[in-house]
């Protein structure tokens, strides 16, 4: 029923209205017997569905193992919480202790994170913001003044990502309002804006007047967008177009993968991803393992050894451009690369050290790990 929907026309504030938001509504698109309905009510309770039609427009409804399908619907494997992978938690990247209030998350002295909604065009299933993403008790600000204070009074931040949720998600005069404070703190050189907009809801990017605002800050201060597609398939002729109008805005788009059982974890998912990102002008910039995130880990991570053989894989057919992006576990402690295995240990080296740890920053780690493990303890 949605094919031949022209996407750019559609009104993105009213089209949101038409998200899948109920296991009922789900139910206009796949059966599910007692049993499984039952225990999808309860996986859509810990962390609520919402999916764009526009999405929902990408599946191969043929396939019970689409790719794209596995990454919006809900599944009963997100009930289980302990198994080969190892324990999880609604926490991996330390969020909780580098919380300054107002949404600012100060993990790296050089950067600053805000969490500035809760809200997403779609509830990724394998979020590692889960916890908060949907739900009213989130991290978000109502002011966001308080959180400019805090960045203009650490001059050591010379970057800021807006985040959430999905800041694109906001108003656009919400948004002005964010890009402007930020604009007038002389040590802050450029801000980041994280978004799956251009993914699963590339309508938002069709507003010019949101265009207006992100090329007029343009002009005062780099502007860079780090999106987040993770298979080929995402690559659809809307979203090339509206990479394309955020790259005349003179905008920098990198893109932030998952490595995800099931959805890119084979050296073809890489190579036509990368490849295909470059195609519309979006840089390839970081494949993370996937967190030990409470209900995501257990059905969709990967281990760490085969994940190396995936990635290495794809990287001896990629050109210089397409294998620029690191493979890398966003941990606790901070970014590591993996940067392969030797002698059965896996070797990792540290790009960024918490607060008061610089002794970590550019550390080689090298570690014995088991076929089995898709995470480190450092």
Same mark, same amino acid.
């Given at each position: 029923m949605l094919d031949g929907m022209d996407w750019s026309r559609v009104d993105w504030k009213t089209e949101? !209205?038409?998200n899948v938001v109920t296991i009922d509504q789900l139910k206009d698109y796949i /059966?599910? @017997? &007692?049993?499984?309905? !039952?225990q999808l009510r309860e996986v859509a309770r810990l962390h609520p569905i919402n999916i764009p039609r526009y999405y929902l427009s990408l599946i191969d409804w043929n396939d019970p193992h689409d790719p794209i399908r596995k990454m919006c619907l809900p599944s009963v494997d997100e009930l289980v919480v302990a198994g080969a992978m190892g324990a999880t938690t609604n926490d991996p990247y330390g969020d909780d202790k580098h919380d300054m209030g107002n949404g600012v998350l100060h993990k790296y002295d050089y950067s600053a994170l805000v969490v500035v909604t809760e809200c997403c065009a779609m509830h990724c299933r394998h979020c590692f913001r889960r916890r908060i993403?949907?739900?009213p008790n989130g991290h978000a600000p109502r002011d966001f003044s308080g959180a400019l204070r805090y960045i203009e009074a650490h001059p050591k931040i010379n970057n800021v990502i807006l985040s959430g949720? @999905?800041?694109m998600m906001l108003s656009t005069a919400a948004l002005r309002v964010m890009l402007e404070g930020l604009a007038a703190i002389d040590h802050v050189d450029f801000v980041r804006i994280g978004t799956r907009t251009p993914v699963t809801y590339p309508l938002r990017l069709f507003d010019d007047e949101l265009m207006s605002l992100l090329r007029e800050f343009g002009e005062r201060k780099a502007l860079y967008v780090p999106t987040h597609f993770n298979h080929a398939r995402e690559?659809?002729?809307v979203a090339a177009e509206a990479v394309r109008r955020l790259r005349m805005c003179g905008l920098t788009v990198n893109n932030q993968a998952v490595l995800l059982r099931g959805v890119? @974890?084979?050296p073809d998912d890489i190579v036509n991803l990368m490849n295909g990102l470059l195609a519309i002008g979006v840089n390839p910039y970081y494949l993370y393992q996937c967190m030990p995130v409470a209900r995501v880990r257990?059905?969709?991570q990967i281990p760490l050894k085969r994940g190396v053989e995936i990635v290495d894989a !794809? /990287? &001896?057919r990629l050109n210089g451009y397409g294998k620029r992006f690191k493979y890398i576990i966003g941990h606790d402690v901070g970014k590591l690369e993996i940067c392969g295995m030797i002698d059965g240990k896996i070797v990792l080296k540290q790009i960024h050290a918490r607060i008061g740890h610089p002794e970590q920053a550019s550390r080689i780690i090298l570690q014995d790990i088991d076929d089995h493990a898709g995470w480190v303890e450092v």
């Open positions: 949101l !209205a038409n /059966r599910l @017997d &007692a049993e499984e309905e !039952a993403v949907g739900k949720g @999905d800041p690559i659809t002729p890119n @974890d084979t257990h059905h969709f !794809a /990287r &001896a």
